[in-house]
């Protein structure tokens, strides 16, 4: 996988991809200015599993080694606006030529196509424009940002990677490559789709905060202990909700049918049940059951969760807690990934592509920067 510069949910693809196996070559910019949040390297996890090459792709003998490159590509993925990488002389026309089996992932915000598809933009802008934001926050409270999860990772990178792989499944039964076209407005509408059918059928509105899974409904939603800490409580089965409403002290049949008609006494009286206990007495109190009710950890606290221990979740590259690769295979296990902070010359870069005599006579052409 060749890894062209970008934010976001184009390193973030990459990382997948290198954690599930795939050899990635990141090329990075002479200076990677402008190109995220600055921070030391070891943080910055969706770098981590592969090896970089600085590349100045505006320099003929750079973009005479990307070429090559490119020849002996799987896959390469791009986060350009529309039209950048023709300018650069790389467009899927030029590419094909070269490696008519070369899958070409191209992520934007907006799409390849459509009157904002120049602009820059961000998650925000994008969930915006789909009216995701719109539908999530509390009742009479703006739209509520959910980090950069849902738009750049959720509607981009997952569904990018999900193109890649299904093009190189396709690819053989053809023999030919592709273009997958990924954009983030796209990924979000697609997994908008289950509340765009609720808002269809008229079993949800647009009023966020008024729904059954908005925080409107008092049995999906969050309570504050009495250590003010908070509880999650996702009881939307009748079944389970009625041995969430026992163990909170509530009459539960009573609770059950306030459940279906009267959601305002029914949020009051689990207020003032669950501040009662603190979340580790809830926790206790919750342990072996199925009320789906979970206690709201920090990152910090997750950390240290003893479910997330036992299933080993967190590995540690280079004294900094990360995520494992997901998902896992029965068979296949995963290496632990490079750290983003590892160094590489251009050499040992390159020595995944291309033999060490080509190597040497791009070293000699001055292709790349040390």
Known sequence: VLEFPAIGPVPFCAMLLADLGATVLRIERPEDAGLGIERPRRFQISHRGRKSLKL????????ELVKVLVERSDVLIEGFRPGVMERLGLGWEVCQRLNPRLIYGRMTGWGQTGPLSPYAGHDINYIALTGALNAIGRKGQPPTPPLNLLGDFGGGSLYLALGILSALWERQR????????????????SLLGGHIGMLASGLAK????????DSGGPFYDVYRCADGRWLAVGTIEDKFFSQLAAKAG??????LRRKREDWTSLRLDLEAAFSEKTADEWRVAFDGTDCCATVVNSVEEAFADPHLVERKSFIEIEGVLQPAPAPRFSRSVTDTPRSPNAPNTADEALADW?????????????????
Do not use: C, H
């Not at 509530?250 to 609770?255: E, F, P, R």
């Not at 291309?354 to 920067?369: A, C, H, M, Q, V």
């Open 56 to 63: 100045d792709l505006k320099r003929p003998q750079s973009l």
């Open 174 to 189: 053809s023999g030919q490559g592709q273009v997958v076209d990924a954009a983030i407005v796209d990924g979000v509408l």
């Open 206 to 213: 647009e009023e966020r905060g008024t729904n059954m899974l």
């Open 250 to 255: 509530l009459d539960a049949k009573d609770a």
């Open 354 to 370: 291309l033999d060490p005599r080509t190597i040497e006579i791009f070293k000699k052409n001055g292709s790349w920067y040390d």
